[in-house]
């Protein structure tokens, strides 16, 4: 087993160091883990601050990157002997022209991983209900598709990220605003979509933390996995989301299965960068 989306406490949203996530992770028999801390860089939002040994400092310091990448490294080196494979990833907050806000040195680092997500629009977020329902407020569910798909396509285009991130996340207070709509909005975009990652080498991942939430499918849908991959995208990989050492691998096995029940494919490896190979 495997889990290619964690986030240890430099996120201020998480809780737990490098070492007790690696813990966890060999207590649940889990393989290989990517730590994706969260990148924010909108400066229009309070988000753009990472956690560094207990003080907390803004994404764009060079500091926290040759930190994080240290502490990883060497985590690394440590729990090879245990046989858990450690990756150096991040998750990638993109919005429109978010390229231009990359920390200094940030595209010097050599990455195994790097996940995009969209979780703004105009600067709000989508995955918390208030800011989520003033966005929403603001346009049809084929307004909010078109912008939320554009970011996407545009930052493909830039070869800067590997793997999107919860491609539905809009899912989430999306229902209760539109209704049953939110989960076809996607449909009109599939086909751009799929022509631009598999242009750009991009994958994408599924996201089982909306299980934990309570809901029916993981991030994206199970509709929308088989629409990606009958179009000939086939580099996913699968990751919990954890905030927490506790949630370390959970629900990757379900993941996992329906991926190969639903379209009989294997999940991908990343190691710098670069899918090596799928299991
Ligand atoms: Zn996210
Ligand atoms: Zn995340």
């Known amino acids: 087993m495997f889990d290619y989306h964690i986030h240890p406490n430099y996120s201020i949203d998480a809780d737990g160091s490098i070492d007790d996530f690696c813990l966890a992770a060999i207590t649940k028999g889990v393989k290989e883990i990517a730590f994706t801390t969260h990148l924010d860089t909108d400066r229009k939002t309070e988000d753009c601050i990472v956690r560094v ?9 060079k500091v926290w990157i ?18 858990l494979v450690v990756l150096l990833g991040v998750e990638l907050d993109i919005y429109p022209r978010v390229i231009e806000s990359l ?36 346009y ?5 598709g078109e912008k939320y798909f554009s970011i996407l396509l545009d930052t ?17 207070f999306g229902e209760d605003f539109y209704g049953f709509q939110i989960h076809e909005l996607w449909r009109p975009h599939i086909d751009e979509l799929a ?29 929308f996995i088989k629409a990606l991959v009958n179009r000939g995208v086939k580099t996913i990989t ?4 954890a905030h927490t050492p506790n949630d370390v691998g959970a629900d990757v096995d379900r993941a996992l299965n329906l991926l190969w029940s639903s379209c009989g494919v294997q999940p991908s490896r990343f190691q710098k960068g670069k899918k090596v190979i799928n299991r």
Do not use: C
Not at 140 to 144: H, I, N, Y
Not at 238 to 241: A, F, R
């Open 53 to 61: 040994k207990d003080e907390i400092i803004d994404v764009r310091s």
């Open 66 to 83: 040759e930190d994080y990448e240290d502490a990883i490294r060497t985590a690394a080196d440590k729990y090879r002997n245990e046989n």
């Open 103 to 138: 920390p200094e040195g940030f595209l010097d680092v050599e990455w195994d991983l790097i996940i995009g997500s969209v979780h703004l629009i105009d600067h709000q977020a989508i995955s918390l209900k208030n800011e989520a329902e003033s966005i929403f407020s603001k």
């Open 140 to 144: 049809s569910v084929e307004e909010l």
């Open 156 to 172: 493909i285009e830039t070869s800067v990220i590997n793997i999107l991130g919860h491609l539905d996340l809009y899912r989430r």
């Open 195 to 223: 022509d631009r990652m598999k242009k750009y080498n991009v994958g994408f991942e599924i996201n089982t933390s909306s299980w934990r939430k309570g809901q029916q499918e993981p991030l994206p849908s199970t509709d």
């Open 238 to 241: 699968v990751g919990s989301d």
